[in-house]
Nanobody, 125 residues
C-alpha cells in the first residue's frame, strides 16, 4: 500500500497561486502505476474531486477549477503536482492526494484506496 505525503499548502490572497505536491513512497511504487487525483473538502461541504490523471494518461478536471488548475506527475521524482492559479476564496479547503491501482478509472464519486493526510489551502479576499 502506497504512502502519500502532500505539501505546498498555505495562505494566499485572491488571484494568487500555489503548487501542491504529493510524494509517493516507498520506492517501487510509481505514479505511473496508479490513477492519481486531488480532492478537496471545505468545512461543512462534501469532498470534491478537482483533478485527476488516469494510469493511461487522460486528465480530468472539475468544472470549478478547469482553466485555473493543472495536474501533472513527475515519474522521476515519483510525485504528483497540482498547480493552482487565480485562486479564489471558494478554493479554501483541505486538499488531499489520492491513489488507486484498479484497472478502470475510479471516478471522483467513488472511494479511492489510498489517501494522504491533506494540506490546507486558505484564500483570502
Amino acid at each position: 500500500q502506497v504512502q502519500l505525503v502532500e505539501s505546498g499548502g498555505g495562505s494566499v490572497q485572491a488571484g494568487g497561486s500555489l503548487r501542491l505536491s504529493c510524494a509517493l513512497s516507498p520506492s517501487g511504487y510509481n505514479v505511473n502505476n496508479y490513477h492519481m487525483a486531488w480532492f478537496r473538502q471545505a468545512p461543512g461541504k462534501q469532498r470534491e474531486g478537482v483533478a485527476g490523471v488516469s494510469r493511461m494518461g487522460p486528465i480530468r478536471y472539475s468544472d470549478s477549477v478547469k482553466g485555473r488548475f493543472t495536474i501533472s506527475r513527475d515519474n522521476a521524482k515519483n510525485t504528483l503536482y497540482l498547480q493552482m492559479n487565480n485562486l479564489q476564496p471558494d478554493d479554501t479547503a483541505m486538499y488531499y492526494c489520492a491513489a488507486d491501482p484498479r484497472m478502470q478509472w475510479p471516478g471522483f464519486q467513488n472511494e479511492w484506496r489510498d489517501w494522504g493526510q491533506g494540506t490546507q489551502v486558505t484564500v483570502s479576499s
